[in-house]
Each structure stands twice: as structure tokens, then as C-alpha cells.
């Protein structure tokens, strides 16, 4: 197997962390990890979302590694990922799954691209 050495590595850890720091999540989060999924889909899109940003925007990974990193944060990680896919938190082809949606947070980086993304035409 090929490992790209500069590829961000996906971290549960933070993604349960977030999830947890934020009231309207947190009655989800059970044994340290998302036990059940919001029904809701206003919570479960804000759920998705923050999910979605764990995930590099420009970055693909391949299916295992997807199902690896959902898979530590909810037993069924294929209807996680299925949701992130539907609604458009990531994107799917060849087997390789890439970040195409949901909330960029701000960069650590002091380049000016970082700062702000266009928004359109």
C-alpha cells in the first residue's frame, strides 16, 4: 500500500471532541462515541457537518480509510457515510472520497487564499 507521508491523518478523537463541546450534539455522544444519529435532519445535517470537518478540503482518501474514521465514531459507518455522501459533505468516485461540502473553518495559515474563499460569481 501506498502512504502519502504529508496526507493529514483523520482524527475520531477530535471529531467526538467537537461533537461533545456543542449542546445540541452532545445527548448523542455515549461510551465515546456517536451512539444514535439525530433524527432531526436539522441536527443531523449540523451533526454532518461537523463530522464533514474532520476531513482536509483538496485531500482523497480511499473507501477504508473513510470507513475506518467513521467506524470509530459510529457502529454503523456506512450509513454515516452515506449521509455525508447524500448530502453533499463528500464526494464519491473511484473508491476515493473527498471533502465537497459543509463548514471550512479558518486555516492556521497566514496566506491570503486561507482567509477567504470566493463565494461565487
Excluded at 461533537?19 to 462515541?33: E, K, Q
Excluded at 457502529?75 to 454515516?80: F, H, P, T
Excluded at 473508491?95 to 463565494?119: F, I, M, N
Aim: proline share 7%.
Amino acid at each position: 500500500m501506498d502512504h502519502n507521508v504529508d496526507m493529514p491523518e483523520l482524527a475520531p478523537a477530535a471529531v467526538i471532541a467537537a461533537v461533545t463541546r456543542d449542546p445540541r450534539l452532545r445527548a448523542f455522544i455515549g461510551h465515546s462515541m456517536i451512539e444514535t444519529l439525530p433524527a432531526r435532519q436539522a441536527r443531523r445535517h449540523l451533526l454532518l457537518d461537523t463530522i464533514a470537518q474532520g476531513f482536509e478540503p483538496g485531500v482523497r482518501y480511499s473507501e477504508r480509510q473513510v470507513s475506518l474514521f467513521l467506524g470509530a465514531l459510529h457502529v454503523d459507518y456506512a450509513a454515516l457515510r452515506r449521509y455525508l455522501v447524500d448530502e453533499d459533505f463528500l464526494s464519491r468516485s473511484d473508491g476515493q472520497y473527498w471533502r465537497s461540502g459543509g463548514t471550512v473553518l479558518p486555516s492556521r495559515s497566514d496566506e491570503p487564499w486561507a482567509q477567504a474563499l470566493p463565494t461565487g460569481p
